[in-house]
């Protein structure tokens, strides 16, 4: 079992299982929610549980028409996890990676992918190690 949480500790999740990916998003609506390029891992749904606290959720049309939800801490306003309506997200959590509890699960975290690279800043270097996608498939 894995677990992380927001700032003030006020939400906490845990889930089972490992990553079904692990990506840093580039994209224009993960700059803006995460100041920046947004490091996530996907779960299924089914593997993720809320253990304590509420969250609020935001949604935003992304810029691939998709709607995709925010979701963060009432009470410290930390991103936890996204989730969307585009059918490669069915049923999937997008899981902030910086949220996670455990350091050693944090480093396994390590992408094996980059999205949106058109959107990447071009003083970031791409991942030598990671696949290089224009989109998210």
Known sequence: M???SCLCQAVRYEY?????????CHCLTCRKL??????????????????SGKVKHY????????????SFCEHCG?????TADDP??????VLQ????????????AAPDTEQ????????RPPLEYAAQKEGFS
């Not at 089972?16 to 840093?24: C, D, L, R, T, Y």
């Not at 935003?60 to 925010?70: C, D």
């Not at 930390?78 to 996204?82: H, I, Q, S």
């Not at 490669?88 to 959590?93: K, L, Q």
Request: aromatic residues 10%; proline residues 4%.
């Open 2 to 4: 894995h677990t992380g």
């Open 97 to 108: 990676v910086g949220t996670l509890d455990e350091p050693d699960t944090f480093d396994r």
């Open 78 to 82: 930390v991103l936890l996890y996204k």
């Open 59 to 70: 949604t935003v049309t992304h810029e691939s028409g998709m709607h995709l939800t925010a």
């Open 34 to 51: 995460c100041s920046g390029a947004s490091t996530n891992i996907l779960i299924p749904s089914a593997l993720f549980n809320l253990t």
């Open 16 to 24: 089972q299982g490992e990553p079904v990916q692990k990506s840093i």
């Open 116 to 123: 949106y690279i058109g959107y990447r800043a071009k003083w």
């Open 88 to 93: 490669a997200f069915e049923c999937m959590v």
